[in-house]
C-alpha cells in the first residue's frame, strides 16, 4: 500500500498509524512493529531535515510478505544523500564526549536486515526490510 | 500522542511516542528540571533518535552540577534503542520487570 506524505515534522503521526494500520493487520508482532517504525521515522525525518529546499511530499510503500514487512521511500527533485553510508559514532564515548544528533542513521542501519539506496535523476529512494524481531 | 508531567512523588511521568514531532514538548520540560530525578518510562512507548538527543543534552547540562537523569520501567524495545545508542553506559536505566 502506498500513501504520499507531506515533508513535515508534522506528518510523522499520520505516516506511523499508516504503518500501523498495515502492520496490524498482518498480525505483525511488536518485535518487528518496533523496528519498522523507528527506521521509517529516521529515513523519513532525515528527508526532511537534508531536502529543506524541495517541498514535493515523501512516498511511502509499506508490504507484509510472509511475515516480513518491506518499506520503500521516495522523493523527488533532491541532492544525493546515501543513508546506507556508515555512520561515525562512537557509542561508547563518555558522555562529556557525546553530542546530541546523528544517532537516527546509525540506529537504522542497526535495526534493519536490509537497506538500500538508489538516486538517479535527483530520485531517491530508500528500501528497507525487517524480517525478525 | 506524548504526554510529560510530574508524578506524586517528583518523578517525571512520560506516555506515548516520543518521536521528532513531539520534541518541542518534550524539550520545554526537560529544560525546567534542574536536580536528579527518575524517569518513569512505564507508559512510554516509543522513542526515536530525536528523543534520544533531549535525554543526552539534559544529562550533560545536569551533569555540570552533579546531577543526572534515571530512567526506570523502560520497555524491551526502547531498552534495545539505549543499548544500541550506548546510553546505558550514561545513564542509569532499570528495564520494566
Do not use: W
Not at chain 1, 7 to 32: C, K, P, V, W
Not at chain 1, 50 to 64: H, L, N
Not at chain 1, 105 to 115: E, F, G, T
Amino acid at each position: 500500500m502506498h500513501k504520499d506524505f507531506a515533508r513535515d515534522y508534522d506528518s510523522l503521526t499520520a505516516l506511523y498509524q499508516f504503518a500501523e494500520d498495515i502492520l496490524a493487520a498482518n498480525d505483525i508482532g511488536e518485535a518487528i512493529r518496533f523496528p519498522v517504525h523507528l527506521a521509517l521515522e529516521e529515513l523519513f525525518t532525515n528527508m526532511v531535515k537534508y531536502s529543506p529546499d524541495t517541498d514535493g511530499d515523501i512516498g511511502v510503500e509499506v508490504v507484509v510478505d510472509g511475515g516480513g514487512v518491506t518499506v520503500t521511500l521516495t522523493e523527488e527533485d533532491v541532492d544525493e544523500f546515501d543513508v546506507t553510508r556508515p555512520r561515525d559514532v562512537d557509542t561508547g564515548a563518555p558522555l562529556a564526549e557525546r553530542t546530541p544528533g546523528g544517532l537516527g542513521l546509525y540506529l537504522l542501519q542497526n535495526i534493519v536486515d536490509s537497506l538500500e539506496y538508489d538516486y538517479h535523476d535527483r530520485r531517491s529512494s530508500v528500501v528497507f526490510t525487517k524480517e525478525s524481531g | 500522542m506524548f504526554e510529560i508531567a510530574y508524578g506524586s512523588d517528583g518523578e517525571v511521568l512520560c506516555a506515548g511516542r516520543l518521536d521528532a514531532a513531539q520534541c518541542e514538548k518534550a524539550q520545554s520540560f526537560m529544560d525546567e528540571i534542574g536536580d536528579t530525578r527518575t524517569l518513569d518510562f512505564s507508559a512510554l512507548e516509543y522513542i526515536s533518535s530525536a528523543g534520544l538527543g533531549i535525554l543526552l543534552k539534559t544529562q550533560k547540562r545536569l551533569a555540570e552540577s552533579g546531577a543526572a537523569l534515571k530512567i526506570v520501567n523502560v520497555n524491551k524495545h526502547i531498552y534495545d534503542v539505549f543499548r544500541y545508542s550506548g546510553f546505558n553506559a550514561i545513564f542509569d536505566i532499570k528495564e520494566k520487570q
